[in-house]
T-cell receptor, first 116, second 113 residues
Framework: GAVVSQHPSWVICKSGTSVKIECRSL??????MFWYRQFPKQSLMLMAT?????????EQGVEKDKFLINHASLTLSTLTVTSAHPEDSSFYIC????????????FGPGTRLTVT | EDQVTQSPEALRLQEGESSSLNCSYT??????LFWYRQDPGKGPEFLFT???AGEEKEKERLKATLTKKESFLHITAPKPEDSATYLC??????????????FGKGTLLTVNP
């Protein structure tokens, strides 16, 4: 199956700093990548969708200036949480989709962000 | 707006006790219904995609079925390692060309030895 990686797997940062999370598709070209956040015992909430080389499309209620998404290549997308605050603490998961992966969404292992 | 409701929220089974998880959905033009398994602290693992009513797919002890209003994930003779949260998601016409998914809240399955 298609493999998606995320880095880092967990990160702790101080309030007011920025954190970058990487999402990579390892064995297929991802024309579309998705970023989700998940609170404890809750389902996945889509934050934004990004297509390679284009600006990301954000879901309603998601601050685009706070959650910066870049999809510069067919194998890499990044999510930067700017000026992080404790309420941004969450589990962030990316997924990738592409033709050779049958356009299914394959998920990364997730990144646990804790803002102190 | 696409909607997905999963039931029950939690299910405890004894090893070998077969059961089913339910996923009810409303969607504008179904373009796929997906089942994922999620272990604690990890990303969802893809299990099945179903596209049309009457379709069935199997993988080991799991079998997914689809009607026009709901999908079932049947678990036959479960083992403790089947314990996980099972997520259902749909993709409809409102997702456009980006293949956006709408997820349910999941069913937490616990299989006791």
């Amino acid at each position: 199956g298609a493999v998606v990686s995320q880095h880092p797997s967990w990160v702790i940062c101080k309030s007011g700093t920025s954190v970058k999370i990487e999402c990579r598709s390892l064995d297929f070209q991802a024309t579309t990548m998705f970023w989700y956040r998940q609170f404890p015992k809750q389902s996945l909430m889509l934050m934004a969708t990004s297509n390679e080389g284009s600006k990301a499309t954000y879901e309603q209620g998601v601050e685009k200036d706070k959650f910066l998404i870049n999809h510069a290549s067919l194998t890499l997308s990044t999510l930067t949480v700017t000026s992080a605050h404790p309420e941004d603490s969450s589990f962030y998961i990316c997924s990738a989709s592409g033709e050779l992966a049958g356009y299914e969404q394959y998920f990364g292992p997730g990144t646990r962000l804790t803002v102190t | 707006e696409d909607q997905v409701t999963q039931s029950p929220e939690a299910l405890r089974l004894q090893e070998g006790e077969s059961s089913s998880l339910n996923c009810s959905y409303t969607v504008s033009g179904l373009r796929g219904l997906f089942w994922y398994r999620q272990d604690p602290g990890k990303g969802p693992e893809f299990l099945f995609t179903l596209y049309s009513a009457g379709e069935e797919k199997e993988k080991e002890r799991l079998k997914a079925t689809l009607t026009k209003k709901e999908s079932f994930l049947h678990i036959t003779a479960p083992k403790p390692e089947d314990s996980a949260t099972y997520l259902c998601a749909v993709r409809g016409n409102s997702g456009g060309s980006n293949y956006k998914l709408t997820f349910g809240k999941g069913t937490l399955l616990t299989v006791n030895p």
